[in-house]
């Protein structure tokens, strides 16, 4: 049976264009393309996660993946885009809440976010939360709504109890946003036995493969002596960090970075993990 394919030429008018959408954090540097110069090449930022990417951000609980998550939301539905947010885990009214205290945090207008946030609540239906009922959904909320975002908090919330499924929920979810041109963050858990530095997540390593990027939060325990003398934070203190673990739309910054999460609830990322000892 013959295939499809195609010269390579044919796909120039089909290709996207790389160009940063924004988060809201200083996550928007950490991408770059380059640019070819009079003296050789250089960075040019982004200025956001590349356009049409389907990222992962993982983590151990508490480390600030639903607020990142949040976040991104506020930054581009306050910028006037059409997000849909599919919650899985927490009803819907928290998160009402939740966005409402990250606009007034961000300095955005949540009347604006009101109106070009949609939300589809999975949390309390159980056929929601089976893959053809959910994508049916989005598709509809997409066609009719005008969406060009995508926020899925948590994926992992989809194959819960059914960890050998991952693989195929993941790359249905993956082939549907792309089908659909969607930019789109899909948050993932971690088990506490599984390497907190990785992208692995709940269901091995589905996700951070199938996808097109990984972002890692984490967070460490000031515990010991030597911990004090490294960070110069006392005993009981949390030390939160991101790293782009991968992003095969476009090159990054492949550091530690430490951030930290403001009495207002937002992530605020202040330097890459070398620096941040050494200025302390």
């Not at 924004?22 to 090449?41: H, M």
């Not at 151990?60 to 006037?80: C, H, M, N, R, Y």
Request: aromatic share 8%; with cysteine; net charge neutral.
């Amino acid at each position: 049976m013959a295939g499809e394919y195609f010269s390579l030429g044919e796909l120039r008018d089909e290709a996207s264009k790389l160009f940063g959408i924004p988060t809201g954090t200083r996550l928007d540097e950490l991408f770059f393309s380059i640019e070819k110069t009079d003296g050789g090449y250089r960075r040019k930022p982004l200025g956001g996660i590349p356009h049409l990417a389907v990222l992962n951000v993982t983590g151990i609980p508490d480390t600030g993946k639903s607020i990142l998550a949040e976040q991104f939301a506020v930054a581009q539905a306050g910028a006037g885009y059409r997000v849909l947010y599919v919650t899985v885990e927490s009803p819907a009214n928290f998160l009402y809440t939740a966005l409402k205290q990250k606009s007034e945090a961000m300095g955005r207008d949540f009347s604006q976010v009101e109106r070009n946030v949609v939300v589809i609540d999975a949390s309390a239906s159980e056929e929601l939360r089976t893959s053809k009922a959910l994508l049916d959904t989005m598709g509809y909320a997409i066609r009719e709504k005008k969406i060009t975002n995508v926020v899925i908090d948590s994926i992992t919330g989809l194959y819960e109890h059914r960890e050998v499924a991952a693989r195929q929920i993941v790359r249905q979810f993956f082939s549907f946003l792309k089908r659909w041109r969607q930019t789109a963050l899909l948050v993932s858990q971690k088990r506490s036995a599984q390497a907190s530095e990785s992208a692995e997540a709940a269901g091995g390593l589905a996700v951070a493969h199938i996808l097109d990027g990984t972002i890692v939060l984490d967070k460490k325990i000031v515990e010991t002596r030597w911990d004090v003398s490294l960070y110069r934070l006392p005993v009981g203190s949390v030390l939160r960090t991101l790293r782009i673990d991968g992003c095969r739309l476009a090159p990054h910054d492949s550091r530690t970075w430490v951030f930290e999460i403001t009495e207002l609830g937002v992530i605020e990322i202040i330097a890459p993990l070398e620096e941040y000892i050494k200025k302390k």
